[in-house]
């Protein structure tokens, strides 16, 4: 699966942002996805991540209330509606694709995109 993420861009604390990452190479809906990040000088951490129908998904506690992740399969994309962001949201954000399971650990996934960064002004 090859992913492309983008929608990435500065904006000021409160306000929102919709990231989306584009799928192709292989069957979209046969793989649960998930979106990661890494701030400056920070491991990569899970953010969310959605089971192939985009029946379940699963948020970190930080973001839980203000994130949002839903999927597309007709359209093969995957989405993060983030809101009342936070300068602490400042990061690269990655999208990946998991062939089994719904998990949150980097080891879960099989496919990364390159990232879009993120940068919340205070």
């Known amino acids: 699966v090859q992913l492309q993420a983008y929608g990435g861009g500065l904006v000021q604390a409160g306000g929102s942002l919709r990231l989306s990452c584009a799928a192709s190479g292989r069957t979209f809906s046969n793989y649960a996805m998930g979106w990661f990040r890494q701030a400056p000088g920070k491991e990569r951490e899970f953010v969310a991540a959605i089971s192939l129908t985009g029946s379940s998904t699963y948020y970190a506690d930080s973001v839980k209330g203000r994130f949002t992740i839903s999927r597309d399969n007709t359209k093969n994309t995957v989405y993060l509606q983030m809101t009342s962001l936070k300068p602490e949201d400042t990061a690269v954000y990655y999208c990946?694709?998991?062939?089994?399971?719904?998990?949150?650990?980097?080891?879960?996934?099989?496919?990364w995109g390159q990232g879009t960064l993120v940068t919340v002004s205070s």
């Open positions: 990946a694709a998991q062939r089994y399971g719904l998990g949150s650990r980097r080891l879960d996934y099989d496919y």
